[in-house]
């Protein structure tokens, strides 16, 4: 009896390393299929990318591939998601995030309510909206009424730029 045992035992252990491991294979092949929809897509909202930012190309990617990218893909430089807004075929000396680039790579910003509690973290290029905070460098920074800056290129504390004006702590501007 105890020899049937341990091959009962054996052939059990045997299964359930098989059952791991065609799980294992099918997480690889789902994450391939997620990965190649997220490549060609043009539809996925922002709060959905920001959920998976792993699941989309690099700069890096789309720089090497030479393809043009259409509007409204979703690409990731520096672990920042940024979308295409216009049709383009990538080229190293114009990057997501580089000077000029605004009109063709929009970073895409974290949902945060833009208040004082629930400063936005500030991203090259975003759209800065007044009456909203936003945190840079360990600071927070509302933009004066009237001034919006969409898109934003000058950083939060830049001197003599009357927009962004620094909370102080124990300030109760609101």
């Known amino acids: ?14 299964e359930e390393e098989q059952a791991r491991l065609r799980e294992k294979e099918m997480f690889a092949q789902v994450r ?4 190649v929809y997220a490549a060609a897509s043009t539809d996925i909202s922002d709060q959905q ?13 789309v720089l090497a591939d030479g393809q043009e990218i259409p509007k409204g893909r979703v690409i990731e430089k520096g672990r920042q998601l940024y ?34 509690e629930d400063p936005i973290p500030w991203v090259y290029g975003m759209n800065c909206h007044a009456g909203k905070y936003y945190r840079h460098q360990d ?27 620094e909370i102080k702590e124990g300030d109760k501007e609101k």
């Open 32 to 35: 391939a299929a997620a990965m």
């Open 139 to 165: 600071r927070v920074y509302r933009v004066a009424e009237g001034g919006s800056m969409l898109p934003c290129v000058w950083e939060p504390g830049t001197a003599g730029l009357w927009q962004w004006i």
């Open 83 to 116: 979308r295409v807004e216009i049709k383009v075929t990538p080229q190293e000396h114009q990057f997501p995030g580089g000077e000029g680039m605004l009109a063709v790579y929009r970073p895409i910003e974290p949902e945060h309510t833009g208040s004082l």
């Open 49 to 61: 990318a920001l959920k998976m930012p792993d699941l989309f190309q690099t700069w890096e990617q």
């Open 1 to 14: 009896m105890g020899i049937w045992h341990k091959q009962d035992s054996l052939r059990a252990a045997r």
